[in-house]
């Protein structure tokens, strides 16, 4: 019977494999190889946590950050060999502290999305307040960290929902996002305002400037579990919203009483100018 042979294997940061110091590059044995590759699951060897058979050939795997990583992105796919492929989803993409960006992946949880890859994205990355996001055709999808603080959570659009400002339905809604602060009890969002909500002047019609208002204040509800429609909202237009230039949403609670809740909001520009606050109340369903 023919013995079981043993080879050792890295992936660099970059995606290259070695063996023995050489880089392999035949693109055959490499859609093979990825194709193979799952958990080490035999026991031996745990300083190479990934494993690919072949045959009587036994594959030790180490990686210097993820096994894979995803070198192209094509028609809405990342690809990670010659002919491997799995879809892209936006709303899945993770970030870490030195700035790298991750997307789920069939082996390891997480793949790591190659320089060139991040250079194609970056034209539609933003800032999120302390996170990311990406936007693609008015469509804004917040990259939480891969280590999240504990006391910030991310309420994405609603799915199932046409609200026309954070339902996920609504195709001429704005599908917004919000982060939650549990500690301190404050919601925050931060967008640049297209031309849906333009007025006759050229500015944000006043209409959404008050849905906006409405909407942080409502998600502070929300982070804290309340479904409360308003009962009273009162707005103060202290300066235009510019259509096309970013804004800040703040939300927080200053009084509560039984089902009654009442709540300020301030839109911010990008120098912390107030340009509109409101206070409402709430009042908790029955």
Known sequence: MTALREYF???????????????????????????QMRANPTGKHPDYPYFSPCQRDRNFIRATDTPIIFHRIKHGYLEYAATLRQAFSPDRLRFSDDGILYHPARVGEYGRLSASVIMELSQYLAQFGPYYALKINNIVNVIEPLEPLPHLRVLHPREGNMCVGCGAE???????????DENERVAQSWLTPDERTTGSLGIMHGGFVSL???????????????????????VE?????????????????????????????????????????????????I
Do not use: C, W
Request: charged share 25%.
């Open 212 to 234: 906006l208002l409405d909407e942080v204040m409502g998600k502070v509800l929300s982070g804290i579990g309340v479904k409360a429609p308003t009962a009273r909202l009162s």
């Open 9 to 35: 294997f890295d992936i660099d940061a970059h995606g290259v494999v070695y063996h023995e110091g050489g880089e392999i590059n035949d693109a055959g044995f490499l859609d093979f190889f990825y194709r």
């Open 237 to 285: 237009f202290r300066r235009p919203v510019t259509i096309g230039e970013e804004i800040a949403l703040v939300g927080r609670i200053v009084a509560e009483s039984g089902r009654k809740f009442t709540l300020k909001g301030e839109i911010h520009n990008v120098d912390g100018i107030i340009l509109a606050e409101a206070e409402a109340l709430f009042i908790q369903s």
């Open 170 to 180: 609504n195709p001429a809604g704005l599908r917004l996002s919000f982060l939650y």
